[in-house]
């Protein structure tokens, strides 16, 4: 069964400061995709970062980056620089490509906390 | 605002009254979703629906709840006999034609529902 895990539920950061955010998974679909979503206080989920499992290169995003080991299923965030504004809810997210069901349904971590400091 | 649109934003009611969702998802969105979301946990698939037809429905669908998406377009969530344990965030979420696989899903703001 798919699952996703983040072993971090809350985590600090100076702001100005990279933090990286854990999340492991598991699959026994060869293809599939891991996002991360933030999560600000008013509820809504912002797309942050998808990584392709057979993509050969770590994907980025601006000041988002996906350092994804495929032999240790993890695709940990690492957002550099960080701003207040990045204070939020941070969720990885995985979905199954080649399942028989296909129907891109996303499974969910538990979710990291992320606060920056001044 | 071309976004995932949901309504009402806030919805409180009694143990026992029916309440029901709607979600406008972008326009030309073929699939939508529906998610359950309880404090401090990260969200929980409900169902799916590739156009106007209900292709997946995830066991924490109880009898209590229906969904429809009549002609394709909006997408509405109803619970029946609403109970205490049904207070969460419910989140709608589309995707545009093609893999659903690579394609990000875009989400709406959510109903938060308290079942007093």
């Known amino acids: 069964a798919q699952k996703i895990t983040q072993t971090q539920p809350g985590m600090f950061v100076q702001e100005k400061e990279a933090v990286t955010l854990d999340c492991t998974y598991d699959t026994s679909d060869p293809s599939y995709g891991l996002f991360w979503y933030k999560q600000p206080s008013s509820g809504e989920m912002i797309f942050l970062i998808y990584q392709g499992s057979y993509d050969q290169q770590n994907a980025t995003e601006g000041r988002y980056s996906l350092n994804f080991q495929k032999a240790r299923k993890s695709a940990n965030l690492v957002i550099s620089a960080s701003q207040l504004g990045d204070s939020a809810m941070y969720f990885c997210?995985?979905?199954?490509?080649?399942?028989?069901?296909?129907?891109?349904?996303?499974?969910f971590g538990q979710g990291t906390t992320l606060q920056v400091k001044p | 605002d071309t976004g995932v649109s949901q309504n009402p934003r806030h919805k409180i009611t009694k143990r026992g009254q029916n309440v029901t969702f709607r979600c406008d998802p972008i326009s030309e969105h073929n699939r939508l979703y529906w998610y359950r979301q309880t404090l401090g946990q990260g969200p929980e698939f409900l169902t799916y629906f590739q156009n106007e037809a209900q292709l997946e429905k995830s066991r924490l669908l109880s009898d209590r709840f229906s969904a429809e998406r009549p002609k394709g377009s909006f997408s509405t969530l109803e619970i029946q006999r609403t109970e205490q344990g049904d207070s969460a965030m419910y989140l709608c979420a589309s995707t545009p034609p093609g893999s659903p696989g690579v394609n990000e899903q875009f989400f709406g703001p959510g109903t938060r529902l308290t079942v007093l």
């Open positions: 997210a995985m979905r199954e490509i080649s399942g028989s069901s296909n129907t891109g349904k996303l499974i």
